[in-house]
């Protein structure tokens, strides 16, 4: 499929435009954090206690969505969270695709001893709830944000390991592949010039909901402790710090968690649509 | 049938013996020592400290650990917490049917309002309420559910106060353990009406919040499945026989469209599962997720092991049964 | 069309909520943990002892409901010898031990299980000493083991405690919740079936309530003892829901789940007090949140340095924050409701002139860095160690004094912080049973290094001197002269920058009557009832 055709499609896939238009005002807003922030996120104004949002009549125009516990302003936290929300979706990505990737390819290519390895591998992953797995490792390596996102990208190493594992296992059989095996091609040649591009179109897809499970899985650990640890203004420690204010300041608990769900479904429309166009069943 | 249900089972015995290799290298290597934790704020001197180490087993090489670990799990000898000093065993039996129970009521809603909301999108495809409908069902399928679960209890406890905040039971009232389900073993005690009452009411928010993402699935594969099955031509036929939508929907394209959903229940159970860990941690409820996070927190060595082991084995049994149900309900499988 | 269905269940709800008022006379009971042990001599945290000390056992003295005045309780009454060393007790005939499901006595508390008691405890060789892992650390840490030097049997109702020196809170001591009194009878009967471990799982005491059903993470229940020596309590059934989440146990407070929260969050207590169903009571607490300087580091070892921090701590913006005004600025290691707290000692000022004028003088005009180790769990004396570091950090900064802030899970900030591996960090202590000693020797004394408590690492030989002294001494009146002593040591030599003595706040149901602050942690059930406001 040429750019032109894919593009074509995408201009007539509302979901994945709203998608990928969330997901540009997410990184923007990443990106720029500093500038558009008002305050520094960690920095405590004297006097102004979980002040509420400028739509309530007790509000203070310097800080328009309130401040936190110890005064902290909350618009500035969330501008920083996306920051790392951002963040650890890349990098999870990141990690999973290319361990996965390349766990995949050595499994559908190589097969045999490798193959029984690696699927057993992702038995053992697939056998037992992400998060539990993901909690068990994070715990173990120590509750901090880094090894939160190691956490999670083994726990998203399945899904790549499985696609690129099933697409190399039918490709190589293929006539081009024994062709050019029969004109002395390397290994190497086989795999990365003539397998695995006809595999990007649902590692694609599978990268865009790795994205969006790993923002989810990263904000979990933070809530549950095991994640990120406060002062990081990362969502999910927001929430669970914010947790006890529940009920008398609403707003602290509302805001991060709106946060968290609309960069997700952000990346779930894009994924959605990048199914519809690349790996149509 | 049995057999083949047997086979399966042993082709399954090396995952679980490498989900317990798992289990247990991993808590060995986490740093953090779990009888300076038992120990507590007021601390010990070093020869209870290695008194301690000793009635734990923790003082023997980590291969002579895993050897007795294994025999031990042989012989369906899970281990003792070190907390509480009763066997994982006991403690998982007496938290299990709480996380079924919920995870139950939460398959139901989702089933049930999952195809409804999946039918009428189908009905109207294309129309404002599918868009609205299948917009939502992907909100629901991104829900961060720890956030969800408060911004419930916020708008139903806190707001109007109509559901407890957490809990399956409140401590006025005394439910006799039975079949371990609340909403059964309710009619069994001195005040059915009122025990089921409580019973119903503590579940329904955490039932709901459980339920949202699979909700969310079901409705948009019941939505697509079914678009699949009424392009077929013996759907076609039927219309074109004259007879209604509405019943051309129940007798034919349902069942049909029920087959992929059920291919995928058994995934679902895996993800309901890791939602139950989640869930359960906000509505304070007495389940197996609360358990092995509680568990986690707490370095409590035998019950993390015990724990993941039992769930690994809990989620490959409700696999299996969904196979096996999914050949009963399709008659072509059953060669 | 979810929230249609949510819309009908909501409906069908309210309609069931109307007219469901609870059962009167079961009591409910809002715990903040898992009781880990229904033995008081192996536990060490507050949820076992109000599950078993106070509901199950008794103690041979017992302080007063509500004071830290001590009362006679299964001793009617005690001599004390000339040299303090030798106590004789007098038992009480007529107590009874509780009858239930799994025991039946067939005779009173006597001699017998006193000893049984104490030995279990004392005796390594005890047949019951390693029974459920055999440690107790109360025993231990108040070093009971080496200052008792035998118990004897008199007659059935008379036992002698022979000690190896004088002591003066020995009484006190025995008030505490690791000396309660188990059956003796119940062990034989448990020891000759082999279920030795039942002795702690399922009590049989002589308390006010006796045991019936335990569900870890949830719920204990328990009844009344009819035959209890002091009367059979007003409240027939008693019930601990259990629930680690602050916020949970208030809205079931106010949703008349339960009727007695122990440890209201602060940031709840508006709402509760706003509601008509409850009421809220409160006490200076019997506690004391800091910050410890590692004085074996560098540049911790300058008292300067530490005069200069306890200067730059806005105390007072803590108080706001992290207590929400429920507490006040401490100034001496002591709650100002310990007799012998000094008053004259004056607090070290918010003052950032004084402070980097101090460290100036210290040769440390740039600042330093040096890391503060955050408080990982919410403790009264501490309810958000994390929030406290971040604003800690924040106020030293302003004397050029960068802290990196760093937190660890319990039981290894416990491990470290008693290594002493920290630069600073954060801790606090509640008080076991109102004595002086309990906070100036086992927290601040050189003795208290090796035991671990005095994490300050700080070793002053004059100030613990004059805490030994004191703690041999039994006149109260040259006692409280050496502890004020002592505290205008601690004052000049900064080990700790106090914080805070918090207020203890108690949140009940309107018709919950009889309850008062016990200054002590543990919570006494016996003299609740339900009735009318009396005035």
Known sequence: ?281 | MILKFGKKLFSALPTLFGVSLFAFLLIRLAPGDPVLTLLGERGADPEVYQQMKQSLGLDKPMYQQFFIYLGDLMQLDLGTSIHSKQSVWSEFISRFPATMELSIMAIIIAIIVGLILGVVAALYKGKFIDTILMSSALVGYSMPIFWWGLVLILIFSSHFGITPVAGRMSALYEVNTVTGFYLIDSWFSDNPVRVFNQALRHMILPAIVLATIPMAAIARMTRSSLLDVLKEDYIRTAKSKGLSSVYVISKHALRNAFMPILTVMGVMFGTLLTGAILTETIFSWPGIGKWILNAVQARDYPVIQGGVVLIALIIFVINSLVDFLYIVVNPRLRK | MKYILIICLSAFLIQCTSGSKAPTDTFVFCSVGSPSSFNPQLATDGPSFNASSSPIYNRLVEFEHGKTKLIPALAESWDISEDAMTYTFRLREDVKFHTTDYFTPTRNMNADDVIFSFMRQKDNSHPYHNVSGGLYKYFESMGMGELIDSIKKIDEHTIVIQLTRPEAPFLANLAMDYASILSKEYADQLAAKDQHQQIDQQPIGTGPFQFKKYMKDSIVRFESHPAYFKGEPKIKKMVFSINTDASVRTQKLLNGECHLLNEPAPQDLEKIKASKQHKVISAPGLNVGYLAFNTSKKPFDNKLVRQAINHALNKDSYMEAIYLNHATPAVNPLPPTIWSYNKQIQPYEYNLEKAKQLLKQAGHEKGFEAELWTLPVSRPYNPNGKKMGEMMQADLAKIGIKVKLITYDWSTYLDKTRKGEHDMAQLGWSGDNGDPDNFLNILLSCEAIEGGNNISKWCHKKYSQLVQKARTETDIETRTKLYKQAQEIFHKEAPWAPIAHATVFKAMDKDLQGYKINPLSVEQFYPLFFGEESQ
């Open chain 1, 1 to 281: 499929m040429t750019w032109s055709k894919i593009l074509k499609k995408f201009k007539s896939h509302r979901g994945g435009q709203v998608g990928l238009f969330f997901i540009a005002v997410f990184v923007l807003i990443a990106v720029f954090a500093p500038a558009l922030a008002p305050y520094d996120p960690s920095q405590l104004h004297e006097g102004v206690l979980r002040l509420p949002p400028i739509w309530s009549s007790s509000s203070q125009a310097a800080f328009f969505l309130g401040t936190d516990d110890i005064g902290r302003d909350l618009l500035s936290r969330l501008i920083y969270g996306a920051r790392i929300s951002i963040g650890t979706g890349f990098f999870v990505v990141f990690i999973s695709f290319s361990i996965g990737v390349f766990l995949g390819l050595l499994a559908g290519y190589f097969g045999g001893k490798f193959d029984a390895l690696i699927s057993r591998f992702v038995d053992i992953l697939m056998s037992l709830p992400s998060i539990l797995i993901a909690i068990v490792i994070a715990a173990i390596l120590g509750p901090n944000l880094v090894n939160g996102i190691l956490a999670v990208s083994i726990v998203a190493l399945p899904g790549f390991i499985r696609i690129v594992r099933s697409t190399v296992m039918s490709e190589k059989e293929k006539l081009y592949v024994q062709a050019e095996k029969n004109f002395g091609a390397g290994h190497s040649r086989i795999l990365f010039k003539n397998i695995l591009p006809n595999c990007w179109g649902p590692i694609i897809v599978q990268s865009t909901l790795a994205f969006s499970d790993g923002i989810l899985n990263v904000a979990a650990l933070g809530f549950l402790g095991l994640g990120a640890q406060a002062p990081t203004p990362e969502w999910g420690v927001m929430l669970a710090d914010y947790k006890p204010y529940m009920e008398s300041s609403p707003w602290l608990v509302t805001l991060p968690g709106l946060c968290i769900l609309i960069v997700v479904l952000a990346f779930n429309l894009l994924g959605d649509a990048l199914r519809d166009i690349l790996d149509p069943k």
